[in-house]
T-cell receptor
Framework: DQQVKQNSPSLSVQEGRISILNCDYT??????FLWYKKYPAEGPTFLIS?????DKNEDGRFTVFLNKSAKHLSLHIVPSQPGDSAVYFC???????????FGTGTSLTVIP | DGGITQSPKYLFRKEGQNVTLSCEQN?????MYWYRQDPGQGLRLIYY???????QKGDIAEGYSVSREKKESFPLTVTSAQKNPTAFYLC????????????????FGDGTRLSIL
């Protein structure tokens, strides 16, 4: 049973515009959420995270929003750049961090 | 230059053979993890280890085995009991999974793609 879901397998955005990647989860006990970025033939790299006690975390062009009542988080990239083209995974875990639950990924293409 | 090294990048084996995937890290991380990725699916946890000489099964441990004799190393053996071993395997590590996970994201290797002939 998939506890973390990314329902959009792909997304295309024009350079300079906003990219919004979505993620839904089913377990309300998750404490911590993360976004990873993955280029082909490489492992995922950590991008940004958010604790369940917050509703927003910002790091440069990347902002993650958490809506606990809807069990939904989103990653906003503004402005989008061609180098942002990659697969983005959201993940959720508990504070003990024993297991990370990953979504299926969204492939973002930023068109120059 | 610290990181996680997985080897080999590509691996081909005949059916019925066991095969071992290597994962080494020099980040001084306590926790290590093995994931499997299949097309259209997220990363699924096979095994994880919080400290040396200890490891726990993840969601899809059947047909796999691991060892953690050294802090730096967490090899994964894909046994002949694994019915569908062809996949992309990722190893990861993090500082510790005993304490607050905040600001302790996992670091990943570049993966090993295993194909069974």
């Amino acid at each position: 049973d998939q506890q973390v879901k990314q329902n959009s397998p792909s997304l295309s955005v024009q350079e300079g515009r906003i990219s919004i990647l979505n993620c839904d989860y089913t377990n309300s006990m998750f404490d911590y959420f993360l976004w990873y970025k993955k280029y082909p033939a490489e492992g995922p790299t950590f991008l940004i995270s958010i604790s369940s006690i917050k509703d927003k975390n910002e790091d440069g062009r990347f902002t993650v929003f958490l809506n606990k009542s809807a069990k939904h988080l989103s990653l906003h990239i503004v402005p989008s750049q061609p180098g942002d083209s990659a697969v983005y995974f959201c993940a959720a875990t508990f504070y003990t961090g024993n297991q990370f639950y990953f979504g299926t990924g969204t492939s973002l293409t930023v068109i120059p | 230059d610290g990181g996680i090294t997985q080897s080999p990048k590509y691996l081909f084996r005949k059916e019925g053979q066991n095969v071992t995937l290597s994962c080494e890290q020099n980040l001084n991380h306590d926790a290590m993890y093995w994931y499997r990725q299949d097309p259209g699916q997220g990363l699924r946890l096979i095994y994880y280890s919080q400290i040396v000489n200890d490891f726990q099964k993840g969601d899809i441990a059947e047909g796999y085995s691991v060892s953690r004799e050294k802090k730096e190393s967490f090899p994964l053996t894909v046994t002949s009991a694994q019915k569908n071993p062809t996949a992309f395997y990722l190893c990861a590590s993090s500082i510790s999974s005993f304490f607050d996970i905040s600001n302790q994201p996992q670091h990943f290797g570049d993966g090993t793609r295993l194909s069974i002939l």
